[in-house]
């Protein structure tokens, strides 16, 4: 057992004084304690859950079921929950009831005082490497002709997706081949080209063109040579397409599929070529000069929030950069300034492109610093404790700033006990002043 758990076990022990003990929570960490600690030896009478499913059933050799059936004969309740509730808190107050509330996850207790690499003041900082970097290509494909030639190209598409399993794949083509192509589950966004569609739906070239954004490959896989030209106007890193003979178009194109297929199907053609695309990556370089930076203030919960984010944000603003980007699901600070963007309620694609034009996010341990380290960002993330470690972002580096919380009783009430917690109390100007010895900021 870990530190904090014999702690948990020791204070039981003492509150308990060897009465009748019921826990209240049938979940994960009312599972551990009972499994796999001293606590099975005490005197459980057995385990309330407000789960009605749960009723009836046993963890180990205890029963679960109501909480009315289960506390009644209790001297001491146990809550196995992760947060302190304050309605049950003041229902087990009027039942005269004596109890703890853990208010602490299992990840918490099996997490004992985690090794840190550097310590300003009481803020301990730890620095990760990325466990897994996924590639987050951006593909670009022209498909404007017809069924049969969009029907021969349908292996050559799942063989893109394939070659590239986390790219976002996007798709120029008709109100026609739109049909075919939605159904392969392949596609994030479609652009509906008007000007090459039978029926005239949809957006036309200037429109389109004016809509996308910069992609790190865009292949035309059309058989016919006439839409060419809107390849040569995408914005795209490595262009690939059949040849069309025309200097002016082939001449541009980073990879060159030659039509002449000497009695090979068209298909078969494209296919053959699918290796000689280059594996890409979308990994951003290391860069400790920060231009842009991507601020997610909202936690999931409130013992993770840290409450300075509206103030570091103003000191920030002032620092020699050229954007921080404020992402939330509403409008949360009122701050007025050019350099200072706010982005409310933003789908996963729209999250993901708009991440790429950051340098760096600060987090608190939330959703935002996850997805902006699967976006490759560097993240800086404030952490309410070192047990979070198990939760801190993985697919990019990450700097974790966090304080050691420690197993201490408080009382709710004369008989309700609980373990008191810190908020991560790091004042904004000391947060500035670490980022700014880890990254220059440059406008």
Known sequence: MTQRVEKLIEDVKNLSKNGKIAVYGAGLLAKYLLLKTDLKNFNIIGIADDSKEKWESYIGKFKIDSKEKIIKDADFVLVTMSNFNKNLANYLETQNKKALFVNRTLYFLLSDDISYDEKVDDILIKFKKPDYQPNLLKILILKLDYFGDTTLSLAFLQEI???????????????????????????????????????????????????????????????????????KYINATYKISLESFEDDFDDYLNLKIPYISKGDSIAKLLMDHINLIPDIKSHKTKNNIIKNIAIFPTPSSTIKQWLYFEDFIRLLEKENIDTINIYSDKKIFDIDS????????????????????????ISVDSFGSHVSSYAGLPVVCLFFDSSTIEFSPSYSESTILFKHQNMNLEKYDEHIYYYASSPLDIAPEKLLKILKSYYIFKH
Do not use: W
Request: net charge negative.
């Open 161 to 231: 997706r394939a070659k590239y399993k986390q790219a976002f794949i996007d798709v120029i083509c008709t109100s026609e081949n739109y049909l075919i192509l939605k159904e392969l589950g392949i596609f994030s966004k479609f652009y509906i080209s008007k000007d090459f569609s039978r029926s005239k739906e949809g957006m036309s070239t200037d429109e389109i063109l004016k809509s996308i954004d910069k992609y790190d490959i865009a292949i035309d896989i059309g058989f016919g040579p006439d839409t060419r030209y809107l390849l």
């Open 338 to 361: 050019p350099k200072v963007k706010y982005h409310i309620d933003l789908d996963f694609r729209s999250l993901i492109d708009s991440l790429s034009q950051n340098d760096l996010a």
